[in-house]
């Protein structure tokens, strides 16, 4: 379950701080002059990064998942192990 | 109307999201291989997961825009809901009521109504509450849509159905396994999504010191004490003191104990979030570890509304006029969202605000279909087929659950404040049920027609209340007084809703009572032994270190929320 949590928030967080950088200044009138993009997009990528790592740990690093992820040969259970 | 425009980076972060939640439903497709894993996970999620979903969950139209408006409509005050609604029912459920539940086996709540009463209870239970499914969830799709066509220009048509196919997809593919990860993820994009809209706005108004102030100006304005906005029990005393038009007495037994019992230990959409977990204790801890994000809540969804209220007043014309002369209280996070977020964050807020509509939706829509597969199809219609019967019978229902929905979207246009209609219709159904199943629970005298005809009797003693009271203002009608008579007239709405049910509840309990005593026992002990407290083997948890133990997270729930009502008193 935090690939995907994880994997999203990296990508969103990732795209945020991109922007924050490339969007001129006049659009962050709104928020008070902070660029909020920068910032919050740091916050974002930090969590999803956070959870990304912890999710590789619990289910012994990316090379298992991979694998639970592949078709199973017929005949076993093909459900993914309990949920990381 | 001035519209918000969106630039290419908002779309670009709302089409990551979908990709993500159909990825999870599509991902998790090859998991479904029996109905107990569409309708129950196969009872294999994680405490922490199921947790976070039995509060994203509820966690759709009515808490996001309906708590905001709630906040700019009555301040702080909102909190109630939380603080002295759900923390106690939340910790009830999961310490008392979860044995019993999880422990019986039952598939639904209906199902349990079955193996402790009969029949016909169940009946009872599963078609009002298929109904009403199918309204809360058309009630946040029609939300949804009208908010997006106001504040995007989207077309109301056009959000209805880009909602409806995406949440039908994930859940026909991956069943209550697909609803509850991706309520997980709806969950942290919705905290995530809308806590940078409370940091600017406190920062904006000099924080909860200069939002008093601002609150201040809203609350002499409307004729009360300077800090009724900001005071959550000061003003009880009397209804006249406070804008909720409500007193102590009335808020306590009618919200904190009627509704929210009713609501959080009786409502099989959370309820089926813990049947879901991998184990008794796991099931016992997902409504305590639902209650901790819960306690914190009101910091993003009731701090916007008093926000933009707060604004309102100081600068004008925050919100909306609406056709009543009132502000558009509905429009408080949008109009923050659209105030303070520029591009790239103004995508994320709103993709947020669609998260949190998903998740009510699909929420609504799993709890639906195994109400109807189980408790009304396999008892009622074609009982004795094949597992792989009832599992295309669940498909059918998911797809039947939302193309109800959407009619009742389309029917839902008459309040002002969506939650009041909600809470109507919930003070109707589940005020009563709450009575049922403590007596059930607790009372092992309790007979299947004493449950029956308490249930009946105590919607009917709502129907009855709801049709003979009016709130302050109102013409009877929808609002209330609809019998004719008006005997007496509540404050506010509000108040209505909470003394209608806390008169089922008690019409309920003392009407089972009663039966169950004058009637025979259908019911042998034996038959009840999981069903019934005193029946019941107690849990043994000493082997698990204290730390660990579901009442250890109890006591430090109603603790923490105990100094939350002090502080904000």
Same mark, same amino acid.
């Given at each position: 379950?935090?690939?995907?949590?994880?994997?999203?928030?990296?990508?969103?967080?990732?795209?945020?701080?991109?922007?924050?950088?490339?969007?001129?200044?006049?659009?962050?009138?709104?928020?008070?002059?902070?660029?909020?993009?920068?910032?919050?997009?740091?916050?974002?990528?930090?969590?999803?990064?956070?959870?990304?790592?912890?999710?590789?740990?619990?289910?012994?690093?990316?090379?298992?998942?991979?694998?639970?992820?592949?078709?199973?040969?017929?005949?076993?259970?093909?459900?993914?192990?309990?949920?990381? | 109307?001035?519209?918000?425009?969106?630039?290419?980076? +908002?779309?670009?972060?709302?089409?990551?999201?979908?990709?993500?939640?159909?990825?999870?439903?599509?991902?998790?497709?090859?998991?479904?291989?029996?109905?107990? +894993?569409?309708?129950?996970?196969?009872?294999?999620?994680?405490?922490?997961?199921? #947790?976070?979903?039995?509060?994203?969950?509820?966690?759709?139209?009515?808490?996001?825009?309906?708590?905001?408006?709630?906040?700019?409509?009555?301040?702080?005050?909102? &909190?109630?809901?939380?603080?002295?609604?759900?923390?106690?029912?939340? /910790?009830?459920?999961?310490?008392?009521?979860?044995?019993?539940?999880? #422990?019986?086996?039952?598939?639904?709540?209906?199902?349990?109504?079955?193996?402790?009463?009969?029949?016909?209870?169940?009946?009872?239970?599963?078609?009002?509450?298929?109904?009403?499914? /199918?309204?809360?969830?058309?009630?946040?799709?029609?939300?949804?849509?009208?908010?997006?066509?106001?504040?995007?220009?989207?077309?109301?048509?056009?959000?209805?159905?880009? &909602?409806?196919?995406?949440?039908?997809?994930?859940?026909?593919?991956?069943?209550?396994?697909?609803?509850?990860?991706?309520?997980?993820?709806?969950?942290?994009?919705?905290?995530?999504?809308?806590?940078?809209?409370?940091?600017?706005?406190?920062?904006?108004?000099?924080?909860?010191?200069?939002?008093?102030?601002?609150?201040?100006?809203? @609350?002499?304005?409307?004729?009360?004490? %300077?800090?009724?906005?900001?005071?959550?029990?000061?003003?009880?005393? &009397?209804?006249?003191?406070?804008?909720?038009?409500?007193?102590?007495?009335?808020?306590?037994?009618?919200?904190?104990?009627?509704?929210?019992?009713?609501?959080?230990?009786? +409502?099989?959409?959370?309820?089926?979030?813990?049947?879901?977990?991998?184990?008794?204790?796991?099931?016992?801890?997902? %409504?305590?570890?639902?209650?901790?994000?819960?306690?914190?809540?009101?910091?993003?969804?009731?701090?916007?509304?008093?926000?933009?209220?707060?604004?309102?007043?100081?600068?004008?014309?925050?919100?909306?006029?609406?056709?009543?002369? $009132?502000?558009?209280?509905?429009?408080?996070?949008?109009?923050?969202?659209?105030?303070?977020?520029?591009?790239?964050?103004?995508?994320?807020?709103?993709?947020?605000?669609? @998260? &949190?509509?998903?998740?009510?939706?699909?929420?609504?829509?799993?709890?639906?279909?195994?109400?109807?597969?189980?408790?009304?199809?396999?008892?009622?219609?074609?009982? #004795? $087929?094949?597992?792989?019967?009832?599992?295309? /019978?669940?498909?059918?229902?998911?797809?039947?659950?939302?193309?109800?929905?959407?009619?009742?979207?389309?029917?839902?246009?008459?309040?002002?404040?969506?939650?009041?209609?909600?809470?109507?219709?919930?003070?109707?159904?589940?005020?009563?049920?709450?009575?049922?199943?403590?007596?059930?629970?607790?009372?092992?005298?309790?007979?299947?027609?004493?449950?029956?005809?308490?249930?009946?009797?105590?919607?009917?003693?709502?129907?009855?209340?709801?049709?003979?009271?009016?709130?302050?203002?109102?013409?009877?009608?929808?609002?209330?007084?609809?019998?004719?008579?008006?005997?007496?007239?509540?404050?506010?709405?509000?108040?209505?809703?909470?003394?209608?049910?806390?008169?089922?509840?008690?019409?309920?309990?003392?009407?089972?009572?009663?039966?169950?005593?004058?009637?025979?026992?259908?019911?042998?002990?034996?038959?009840?032994?999981?069903?019934?407290?005193?029946?019941? %083997?107690?849990? $043994?948890?000493?082997?698990? %270190?204290?730390?660990?133990?579901?009442?250890?997270?109890?006591?430090?729930?109603?603790?923490?929320?105990?100094?939350?009502?002090?502080?904000?008193?």
């Amino acid at each position: 379950m935090r690939f995907p949590i994880g994997g999203m928030f990296s990508i969103i967080g990732a795209i945020l701080v991109v922007y924050g950088f490339l969007s001129s200044r006049a659009i962050y009138d709104k928020s008070l002059g902070i660029n909020v993009n920068l910032w919050w997009g740091l916050v974002l990528l930090a969590f999803g990064l956070v959870m990304l790592g912890y999710a590789v740990r619990a289910s012994g690093g990316w090379s298992a998942w991979r694998r639970s992820m592949l078709p199973q040969p017929p005949g076993q259970d093909p459900r993914p192990p309990a949920v990381s | 109307m001035q519209h918000i425009a969106l630039g290419g980076i +908002d779309y670009a972060i709302l089409i990551i999201y979908f990709v993500f939640v159909l990825g999870i439903g599509w991902a998790l497709r090859r998991v479904i291989r029996s109905s107990e +894993d569409f309708f129950l996970s196969g009872r294999s999620i994680p405490a922490w997961i199921a #947790g976070l979903a039995f509060i994203s969950a509820n966690l759709g139209a009515q808490e996001v825009i309906g708590m905001a408006a709630s906040g700019a409509k009555y301040g702080i005050m909102t &909190s109630h809901f939380y603080w002295v609604g759900a923390m106690p029912a939340m /910790v009830f459920v999961g310490l008392f009521m979860m044995p019993f539940y999880y #422990g019986s086996r039952a598939r639904s709540v209906p199902e349990y109504l079955k193996l402790r009463f009969d029949e016909k209870t169940r009946a009872l239970n599963a078609i009002t509450f298929a109904i009403m499914t /199918v309204f809360s969830s058309g009630i946040s799709m029609y939300a949804l849509a009208k908010l997006f066509e106001l504040v995007l220009g989207w077309s109301f048509h056009g959000s209805i159905v880009l &909602s409806a196919v995406i949440v039908l997809i994930y859940i026909f593919l991956g069943g209550l396994t697909s609803a509850i990860y991706n309520e997980v993820l709806q969950f942290f994009l919705i905290v995530l999504g809308f806590l940078p809209l409370v940091l600017l706005g406190l920062k904006d108004v000099g924080g909860w010191n200069g939002l008093t102030a601002k609150l201040a100006t809203v @609350a002499t304005n409307a004729g009360f004490e %300077p800090g009724a906005w900001t005071h959550s029990w000061k003003y009880m005393d &009397s209804p006249s003191h406070n804008p909720m038009g409500m007193e102590w007495f009335g808020l306590v037994m009618g919200l904190g104990f009627a509704l929210s019992f009713g609501y959080w230990c009786t +409502d099989f959409l959370v309820v089926q979030r813990a049947m879901a977990a991998g184990s008794m204790t796991a099931a016992r801890r997902t %409504p305590l570890i639902a209650a901790v994000p819960k306690m914190l809540m009101p910091m993003l969804v009731i701090l916007p509304g008093m926000l933009a209220i707060g604004l309102h007043a100081s600068r004008g014309g925050f919100l909306p006029i609406g056709s009543d002369g $009132q502000p558009n209280y509905n429009l408080a996070i949008p109009m923050m969202l659209a105030h303070y977020l520029p591009s790239g964050l103004l995508g994320l807020g709103l993709t947020a605000l669609m @998260a &949190s509509f998903m998740s009510g939706m699909a929420g609504n829509v799993t709890a639906f279909n195994s109400v109807w597969t189980y408790d009304i199809y396999q008892t009622h219609i074609r009982p #004795g $087929q094949t597992d792989a019967h009832y599992l295309r /019978v669940g498909h059918a229902a998911t797809v039947f659950g939302i193309v109800a929905s959407v009619l009742a979207a389309y029917s839902a246009t008459r309040f002002n404040n969506i939650l009041d209609m909600l809470q109507l219709v919930f003070s109707f159904v589940n005020g009563p049920l709450f009575a049922t199943f403590l007596l059930g629970m607790f009372w092992r005298r309790t007979t299947s027609h004493g449950a029956f005809y308490g249930l009946l009797t105590g919607t009917i003693t709502a129907a009855l209340h709801y049709g003979l009271t009016l709130p302050h203002g109102a013409v009877p009608g929808i609002k209330g007084g609809f019998l004719g008579a008006v005997l007496h007239v509540y404050p506010s709405e509000m108040a209505l809703n909470f003394w209608t049910a806390l008169f089922a509840w008690t019409g309920c309990f003392v009407a089972t009572l009663l039966i169950s005593l004058f009637t025979k026992r259908t019911k042998t002990d034996d038959e009840l032994r999981g069903l019934v407290y005193s029946l019941t %083997p107690r849990i $043994q948890e000493g082997h698990m %270190p204290w730390y660990k133990r579901p009442v250890t997270l109890a006591v430090a729930i109603l603790v923490v929320s105990t100094i939350l009502n002090v502080i904000f008193w």
